[in-house]
T-cell receptor, first 114, second 113 residues
Framework: GAGVSQTPSNKVTEKGKYVELRCDPI?????LYWYRQSLGQGPEFLIY????????DSGLPNDRFFAVRPEGSVSTLKIQRTERGDSAVYLC????????????FGPGTRLTVL | DQQVKQNSPSLSVQEGRISILNCDYT??????FLWYKKYPAEGPTFLIS?????DKNEDGRFTVFLNKSAKHLSLHIVPSQPGDSAVYFCAAITQGGSEKLVFGKGTKLTVNP
């Protein structure tokens, strides 16, 4: 079956612009996670959805970052007024009910803010 | 404050030998630990895990050891193969919470033919 997919694979934008990153989880996976990986670092947690609701958004760095999952499947991470420090690989992961320990990751979206 | 630490940024071993990757953690609330493997331009792939109630878990060539008193775990790969060359991330989780993974910075393993 299909794994987690993310679009676009690469996104180059200018400082101050708005971007949207999309994640399609594995079918049937109720939990969805966003992580951010900066150069030389491990992935860092941003937000966790259980179904349609954000169960934990404690990792979002500030109010320029927002994520939605309106129908409990596809999720969109939205970044307003992008800054150069937002440049990173944004990873999405999903997991099946009762198996939140094993998260399946997508290939990521590489965001570059010029 | 890094709660999960991988102090070796890189490791190089010969094909057929054992690779040992180390990981330390500081948060005693972590009760489940995972190793992920990552190739360039791909997302991390789950490799092996261990619950805090165990001290060893084995899956083929991969074995993870957990020393709770030392807050230390290690991943052993034997025999190492060139295809094992990748970045390995140690991750920890507190079950029953938000289930978010806390990752180390990773160790780049190179297996030389």
């Amino acid at each position: 079956g299909a794994g987690v997919s993310q679009t676009p694979s690469n996104k180059v934008t200018e400082k101050g612009k708005y971007v949207e990153l999309r994640c399609d989880p594995i079918s049937g996976h109720t939990a969805l996670y966003w992580y951010r990986q900066s150069l030389g670092q491990g992935p860092e947690f941003l937000i966790y959805f259980q179904g349609t609701g954000a169960a934990d958004d404690s990792g979002l760095p500030n109010d320029r970052f927002f994520a939605v999952r309106p129908e409990g499947s596809v999720s969109t991470l939205k970044i307003q007024r992008t800054e150069r420090g937002d440049s990173a690989v944004y990873l999405c992961a999903s997991s099946s009910p009762g198996s939140h320990n094993e998260q399946f990751f997508g290939p990521g979206t590489r965001l570059t803010v010029l | 404050d890094q709660q999960v630490k991988q102090n070796s940024p890189s490791l190089s071993v010969q094909e057929g030998r054992i690779s040992i990757l180390n990981c330390d953690y500081t948060n005693s609330m972590f009760d489940y630990f995972l190793w992920y493997k990552k190739y360039p331009a791909e997302g991390p792939t789950f490799l092996i895990s261990i619950s805090s109630i165990k001290d060893k878990n084995e899956d083929g060539r991969f074995t993870v050891f957990l020393n709770k008193s030392a807050k230390h775990l290690s991943l052993h790969i034997v025999p190492s193969q060139p295809g094992d060359s990748a970045v390995y991330f140690c991750a920890a989780i507190t079950q029953g919470g938000s289930e978010k993974l806390v990752f180390g910075k990773g160790t780049k393993l190179t297996v030389n033919p």
